[in-house]
């Protein structure tokens, strides 16, 4: 008999304890729908919609908090959009953009006029991993919806911070917030991976923007294009430091030991091509920063990324045949963020024979490997000439070098760098070496070229 009792009183229990979630959710929604808001980028000429997102109050003066990329285009193109808000309740009005952190996907607006009566508290403590955790949003302009999920502390593998969250976000719901049991916002809707896996900036990043705001204002807006640069400047400047500063390990390939892992931030991938028909095989390593900064839909920035290709011969064929092999094969390199002819000048290049030490200890230089000047420019026409034949596995390796910058145009210290090296010292074997830095200056940029070069080693 104390079975099947035991049985049905654990039943009800569990019973219990379903209503009491679903009222707790309830109540939340109840109690917190009122500083919820819809974020609109109206498009002035029609004055029609050209974005959705979602946002929430903060403050009782009107401030509200969502993501940067909400409101991007009002950035760079303010004579064109504008921001209006939409309550749950139904009610519309305008917004004043304040300030943004491009790096973390944040921004302050102020609603004009009248404000909300209700604001969200931002939490002072991170939730335990495991917790449930609540996120609101407008999903696909459906109305504002209650995601339940679980706190998974802060995913790694990226140079920003996201909180992993296993729950359902859906476009729209992008700068919605995400609550406790309590009602103090954790952490803000950012992006989603699908199948429950999702991030959100953590909070802490938004009280450090409102401390920057109320520091950097006088109760009005920022210079947004000059808060952009230094945060652009700083991260960057976060992340060579980062890199340069930690233990490099070196991974086989071919007859080199090239750079393999450098920080957790960057993962790292291998391929390679063995296909019969191909008379060249191909062995791939790579290693790339997963996630960017986002300034606009044709623009993204702060991204490390490094690869090399171990070409070679699998049978005897002429020294002209292998580099037509190895010309069409590395023909398709390109720069691995994006950016339109508005944000970057064309690339400026500088193209040269140069030398590397066996032992990869050297700056493996052979001369100035930066473009003569940072102005606009496609400079890639090069003399003719003739690559320097092999010396003997004693001498250093010569290969045909390409270093190319892009400036930023609203940031001019800024650019994108491009690195291609091929190794042209053996007929049927050789290496290529590319790295892409974006949104650098040239000081990190060249010490990081300088590592990157004096790193790789040769059997």
Not at 35 to 64: D, T
Not at 224 to 234: C, F, T
Not at 427 to 435: G, I, Q
Request: glycine residues 8%; hydrophobic residues 35%; contains cysteine.
């Amino acid at each position: 008999m104390s079975k099947p009792l035991t049985g049905l009183i654990a039943l009800l229990l569990l019973c219990c304890a379903s209503v009491t979630r679903a009222q707790s959710y309830e109540q939340l929604y109840s109690e917190y729908r009122g500083s919820l808001y819809q974020i609109r980028l109206i498009e002035q000429s029609s004055n029609s919609k050209a974005g959705l997102g979602s946002g929430f109050q903060i403050s009782a003066n009107g401030l509200v908090a969502t993501n940067y990329h909400v409101v991007s285009e009002a950035v760079s193109h303010p004579e064109k959009y504008n921001l209006q808000y939409l309550s749950v309740d139904g009610q519309e009005g305008e917004l004043e953009l304040l300030d943004v952190d491009v790096v973390n996907d944040l921004a302050i607006l102020r609603q004009k006029g009248k404000p909300g009566d209700k604001f969200l508290q931002l939490a002072q403590t991170a939730p335990s991993k495991g917790e449930t955790i609540i996120s609101m949003g407008n999903p696909l302009d459906l109305g504002m919806t209650l995601v339940p999920g679980t706190y998974n502390g802060i995913a790694g593998g990226s140079f920003y911070d996201r909180i992993h969250f296993s729950g359902s976000i859906n476009p729209g719901m992008s700068g919605g917030p995400v609550i406790n049991r309590n009602g103090e916002v954790v952490g803000i809707n950012v992006a989603t991976a699908g199948n429950q896996i999702s991030f959100l900036v953590p909070v802490n990043k938004l009280v450090s923007l409102l401390a920057d705001f109320k520091k950097d204002s006088s109760n009005g807006a920022v210079e947004l294009q000059k808060v952009i640069h230094r945060q652009l400047l700083n991260n960057q400047q976060r992340i060579i430091d980062e890199v340069l500063e930690a233990n490099w390990q070196l991974r086989p390939l071919g007859d080199a030991m090239v750079v393999g892992p450098i920080v957790p931030s960057i993962q790292c991938w291998g391929n390679s091509d063995e296909d019969e028909d191909n008379p060249v095989t191909q062995i791939a390593k790579g290693c790339t920063g997963q996630d960017v900064v986002y300034l606009s839909e044709t623009f993204n920035t702060g991204r490390v990324e490094y690869e090399f290709f171990w070409l070679e011969a699998r049978d005897p064929i002429s020294t002209t045949r292998f580099y037509n092999v190895y010309e069409e094969n590395m023909s398709g390199f390109y720069p691995g963020n994006s950016a339109g002819e508005d944000d970057v000048t064309d690339f400026n290049c500088k193209q040269q024979f140069t030398t590397h030490p066996r032992d990869g200890d050297g700056d493996g230089d052979g001369g100035d490997n930066k473009p003569d000047s940072d102005t606009a420019s496609d400079d890639t026409e090069q003399q003719e000439v003739t690559p320097p034949r092999a010396n003997g596995s004693t001498e250093p390796v010569v290969a045909r070098t390409s270093y190319c910058v892009r400036r930023y145009k609203e940031f001019p210290d800024l650019y994108d760098v491009f690195y291609v090296s091929l190794t042209v010292d053996q007929d049927n074997r050789a290496l290529v070496s590319h790295f892409t830095l974006s949104g650098f200056t040239q000081e990190s940029a060249s010490a990081f070229t300088k590592k990157f070069v004096s790193e790789i080693q040769w059997h």
